[in-house]
């Protein structure tokens, strides 16, 4: 039994550390001209761990449940980049990305949910769409 437990907690943490998550600023200009669109991207590599794909595929069902018109409207939209593809480097050079990060940017505001999202969208997905959320909604009122 303490044998499946150690198991368990080495499959939980593991993907965690084994990572490169990109720490960095929570929030931080990006480069580029205001726009009233946002727009979410999920920056990966090629290799990717059950919790790189997990925070990917709630950042992206989240936003479009709890922001459907404003995706129809094309006021915003949510890509997946791999960092490792090279027709993606002047936009990872453009927003300063160098890891797996998942970023909110509207004009020249960027917000990196990246920690947060390694942090709960395993563990507490629920916390993880309240935060989208508040981010999302502090973005749309400024």
């Given at each position: 039994?303490?044998?499946?437990k150690?198991?368990?907690?080495?499959?939980?943490?593991f993907?965690?550390i084994?990572?490169?998550a990109q720490?960095?600023?929570?929030?931080?200009n990006?480069?580029?001209?205001?726009?009233?669109?946002?727009?979410?991207?999920?920056?990966h590599?090629?290799?990717?761990?059950?919790?790189?794909?997990s925070?990917?595929?709630q950042?992206?069902?989240n936003l479009?449940a709890l922001?459907?018109?404003l995706f129809?409207?094309?006021?915003?939209?949510?890509q997946?980049?791999n960092l490792?593809?090279?027709?993606n480097?002047?936009?990872?050079?453009k927003?300063g990305v160098?890891?797996q990060?998942l970023?909110?940017?509207?004009?020249?505001?960027?917000?990196d949910?990246t920690?947060?999202?390694?942090?709960?969208a395993m563990?507490?997905p629920?916390?993880?769409?309240?935060i989208i959320?508040?981010?999302?909604n502090?973005?749309?009122t400024?």
């Amino acid at each position: 039994m303490n044998t499946l437990k150690l198991l368990l907690a080495m499959a939980t943490i593991f993907p965690l550390i084994s990572c490169n998550a990109q720490t960095s600023v929570k929030e931080a200009n990006a480069s580029g001209t205001p726009s009233e669109k946002i727009e979410a991207y999920y920056f990966h590599f090629s290799t990717r761990c059950v919790t790189c794909r997990s925070i990917e595929a709630q950042a992206k069902d989240n936003l479009e449940a709890l922001y459907p018109d404003l995706f129809k409207q094309g006021l915003m939209t949510f890509q997946s980049v791999n960092l490792e593809e090279p027709a993606n480097k002047p936009l990872v050079q453009k927003l300063g990305v160098g890891g797996q990060a998942l970023l909110l940017v509207k004009g020249d505001q960027k917000i990196d949910l990246t920690r947060e999202g390694f942090m709960y969208a395993m563990v507490k997905p629920e916390k993880f769409k309240e935060i989208i959320n508040e981010k999302v909604n502090d973005l749309l009122t400024r």
